[in-house]
């Protein structure tokens, strides 16, 4: 079951929020597993036979948190240690078979001539997710962090549906003491109001930006595929559709997870805060899917050392976090291409503020808005060269598109826009503009255009979602201390603009449109 | 405003702003698909329909259960009209042109396939193209025949559109199907400019492989007999024909050197249906040198609308020649004649028209003027 599709909006959700209220009314168990088991109902939507295994991973890792933290009072800590290793194992091991076995062995298939296969294994949605949401749960209860094992508690923060597919990945800290909190469980007007709002701005992204730009997208990388050989502005055009794509795909998404959650008393920690305002690829880091950098930061990065083992070894523990970072985005040589590039892109960022500092400049201060403008641009153009790697199918595919775009084919113009440029285009000719000879694989009819102009404006002048609710702490972890323009509250002219925004988002869905970080 | 205010007024006007979308649509009905609310001015004329028949025909086929059918691609869909006496024995039988434009033959195949089992058809009349006739896998090409959904129809964002446009349009679109599903064309426009066309792109593919000498000996004919046994199976009178063609492309034919080969073509597949069939399926063609077929091209013409195109009254004497004449022992069919008729009696045909209408040959060359005809010695 998608979050955009008729039957979680009018039947799934309705029923969900009524059960959980009227439960709660008796016994706040009650209430919480009625959640659980709906959220395993949304998860069986899709294939009814991973239920199992994920009630089995639940099962098991609650099991071994258990004994890790018995152990821990009792002061065996070798025994804790053992116990965190075979738990931790088993966990990488599930994930290794069903994400990466495949992986592996085409790997050392095309390494070695040779036909190794497990045969067809399908991908359980959100094992990533769910792997790592419990991986942090095992490691912090072997660090005496963890306070509370209600099973049923346990089962919601893992299978707890508005994160349970795409995150954002949950740390039990945040999430247990509001299970456990008598106030979740009294319907609360403000947070279903706030909820309901957050959720139709992210279904409005996914389904009107997302959607939108995603057909323009598509034909662009599929014919790079194909051995299109493709002009720098097609290259180009599709790149950013794509960066635009999924920028809104997940940012819809992340909004609709924080919306849904919110409907019923929780808050979800910030995942996505307008990452394309960065000025540097850290700060992008900060601002995109954030609960997975703070895992990676928390459970890899820091463990391997991080900065502690001075600059050589913390460059190549980034590199190293980044590495995994990409393998975790899926089994693919392009993922991990793009994590490498990404941890480049980090050492360099570092290596830039060290030498800054060294010449008595403080990197943290803020930049004339010349230079944040050339900065935000310079990062914004990085990550757009990073995700051609991420979105292509093969490395074949992502080199003809940074070749395209690095206008290794030629700059040449659609041969449409001669026409439509009329003196000018011929003007263009006789002075050395090239145009092609055939028809552009995208329709240039100027809406490709207006679509990038408009998500650009959005994407870089427009508060995000958080921001204009500011007022009524719509995630974890956010602060804004700016006073902007744009604030929602229970008013007439909002509740116009949600209804618009809201009935022309749900009306657009035609089709199952699935979210980009699914696969993931 | 409070919360709860909001909460219960967004929840009010949500729900009331997507029913009244939905009775918006309904009301209009852009598809077609409802029918029950017809207001001149409003939302009588469909210009949207061609959108939605792929869907809706399946969908009306199946709840008003047509009896008689005319099957195949725009050629069939512009050109037979089902009401059509002769071909619905008197109105006793409820008609329906279940035809669909750029249908190759495979979806015609399936579409064959769909109204036997989904419709109690007894009679049906299917197009096709002399040439392979292969079988059709219909579970994976045309599995989504037939699915209609309702929220689809009344409660997208797109339906909407469409219900604006079709109440935008109504005083500038003239009605372009019939309630049966016969789809009028843009009648009138300009038809010698297609019939330049056609001949250009007929001339573009003097000789290929569709065309090839030896093509008859080597035909798929797999999806034809499938078609032939599904009529047997469910009872249903199938009567076959080959799309005519105006007399200008069987000259371009005649030109390319593909004559002969195109007709050997026919004549296979007019055995093929014999033996199948023990002789109890019809199959006929309609090529031939006449007032219809070799109508002069001019900018407004009666029968045609390019080349391949014909009208409903070109199509209505070819049902009664099929259907009354045919079966008549007083009368004799005027344009239709048996996919296995001589070649060398058409030849002479053909010369025979050519001597007696010179002005055949100037009209064709008013067409287009690279092309020059002459009759055999």
Redo the contacts between chains.
């Keep these: 079951m998608l979050f955009n599709s ?1 039957g979680f909006i009018f039947l799934y959700l309705p029923i969900v929020l009524l059960g959980f209220f009227l439960l709660a009314r008796t016994s706040h168990a009650f209430a919480a597993a009625w959640l659980a088991s709906a959220s395993l109902f949304f998860y069986g939507y899709w294939n009814p036979a991973y239920v199992g295994l994920l009630l089995c991973s639940i099962a098991f890792n609650y099991a071994f948190g258990l004994w890790i933290a018995k152990a821990g009072i009792k002061k065996l800590k070798l025994r804790q240690k053992k116990l965190l290793t075979l738990a931790l194992t088993a966990n990488l091991i599930l994930l290794g078979y069903y994400k990466y076995a495949n992986f592996f062995l085409d790997s050392v298939n095309s390494m070695a001539g040779t036909h190794l296969s497990w045969g067809e294994v399908i991908l359980p949605l959100g094992i990533s997710f769910f792997t790592f949401t419990q991986i942090a749960f095992l490691v912090d209860t072997y660090q005496g962090k963890v306070k509370e094992y209600n099973f049923i508690h346990y089962t919601l923060f893992v299978t707890y549906f508005p994160h349970l597919i795409a995150g954002p990945v949950l740390h039990h800290k945040e999430m247990m003491p509001q299970f456990a909190h008598a106030s979740t469980y009294r319907f609360n ?2 947070n ?3 909820g ?1 709002t957050i959720f139709f701005i992210g279904l409005f992204k996914k389904v009107i930006l997302a959607d939108g730009i995603a057909k323009f997208a598509s034909p662009v990388f599929d014919s790079a595929a194909s051995g299109v050989e493709l002009t720098l502005i097609e290259a180009w055009t599709g790149a950013l559709c794509y960066t635009l794509q999924l920028y809104f795909d997940f940012s819809g998404y992340s909004d609709m997870a924080i919306g849904l959650s919110r409907m019923f008393g929780i808050i979800l920690p910030l995942n996505f805060h307008s990452p394309y305002k960065a000025v540097n690829i850290i700060e992008f880091w900060r601002r995109w899917h954030m609960t997975l950098s703070r895992f990676l930061r928390d459970y890899l990065y820091i463990p391997l050392g991080g900065n502690r083992k001075g600059e050589a070894r913390r460059y190549l523990n980034l590199i190293l976090t980044m590495l995994l970072g990409g393998l975790w985005h899926g089994a693919g040589w392009t993922y991990v291409i793009w994590g490498g590039l990404h941890g480049f892109y980090l050492m360099v960022n570092h290596g830039w503020h060290a030498a800054r500092r060294k010449l008595g400049q403080d990197p943290s201060q803020s930049l004339s808005r010349p230079a944040h403008a050339l900065s935000v641009l310079l990062t914004f153009l990085a990550v757009v060269t990073a995700w051609v790697v991420f979105r292509a199918n093969n490395l074949d595919t992502a080199t003809a598109m940074l070749k395209a775009m690095a206008g290794m084919n030629g700059i040449i113009m659609p041969h449409e826009w001669l026409a439509s440029w009329g003196n000018f285009g011929q003007w263009l000719t006789r002075h050395g503009g090239n145009f092609s000879a055939n028809d552009s694989i995208l329709s240039v009819t100027g809406t490709t255009y207006i679509w990038i102009t408009i998500s650009l404006l959005v994407v870089w002048l427009a508060p995000n979602t958080q921001q204009i609710m500011r007022s009524y702490k719509p995630a974890l972890n956010f602060q804004e201390e700016r006073n902007l323009w744009l604030q929602w509250r ?3 002219i ?2 116009a603009a ?2 618009i925004c ?3 988002a ?5 089709k199952l449109s699935e979210f980009i970080y699914f696969q993931f | 405003m409070t919360p709860k205010h909001f909460v219960t007024r967004f929840a009010y006007g949500f729900f009331l702003l997507f029913a009244l979308a939905g009775i918006f649509n309904r009301i209009v009905d852009p598809a077609w698909y409802y029918r029950d609310t017809v207001i001149k001015g409003f939302n009588a004329v469909k210009p949207e329909f061609l959108s939605f028949e792929q869907r809706v025909k399946p969908a009306l086929l199946v709840r008003d259960q047509p009896e008689a059918l005319i099957l195949g691609s725009s050629y069939a869909e512009i050109g037979f009209d089902p009401t059509n006496p002769f071909f619905t024995d008197r109105g006793r039988m409820k008609g329906m042109n279940f035809a669909f434009a750029r249908a190759p033959w495979e979806k015609v195949q399936c579409h064959f396939e769909y109204a036997v089992t989904h419709s109690k058809i007894k009679r049906a009349l299917v197009g096709f193209h002399p040439g392979d006739l292969p079988m059709a896998d219909c579970e994976k090409d045309s599995e989504s025949i037939g699915d209609i959904d309702t929220i689809d129809l009344l409660f997208t964002y797109s339906a909407l559109d469409f219900s604006i446009k079709t109440i935008l349009k109504q005083k500038e679109s003239d009605i372009t199907h019939t309630p049966e599903g016969m789809y009028f064309y843009y009648r009138g426009v300009n038809p010698a400019n297609y019939f330049r066309q056609g001949l250009e792109a007929r001339s573009a593919s003097c000789g290929n492989s569709k065309n090839n000498p030896g093509k008859a000996q080597n035909l798929n004919l797999s999806g034809l007999r499938r078609m032939i046994q599904s009529a047997q199976a469910h009872n249903v009178e199938l009567v076959l024909f080959a799309y005519p063609e105006h007399a200008y492309l069987l000259e371009m034919d005649y030109l390319c050197g593909d004559m002969e080969e195109k007709w050997k073509v026919m004549q296979q597949i007019g055995s093929f249906i014999d033996s199948e069939s023990a002789g109890k399926i019809p199959a006929w063609q309609f090529y031939g040198y006449n007032a219809v077929t070799a109508e002069p091209v001019r900018n407004s013409m009666w029968y045609w609308q390019d080349s391949r195109h014909f009208n409903y009254e070109v199509g209505n004497m070819f049902l009664e020649d099929i259907f009354a004449k045919s079966r008549s022992p007083e009368n004799n069919p005027v344009f239709a004649r048996s996919l296995n008729t001589s070649y060398a009696d058409f030849l002479n045909e053909r010369d025979e028209y050519l001597r007696f209408h010179p002005q055949f040959t100037t009209n064709m060359r008013w067409v287009n003027p690279k092309f020059s005809i002459l009759p055999r010695n």
């Design positions: 008729y007007y403000e279903m109001a706030v309901l229970p008013s007439r909002w509740l949600c209804l809201s009935v022309y749900t009306l657009s869905i035609t």
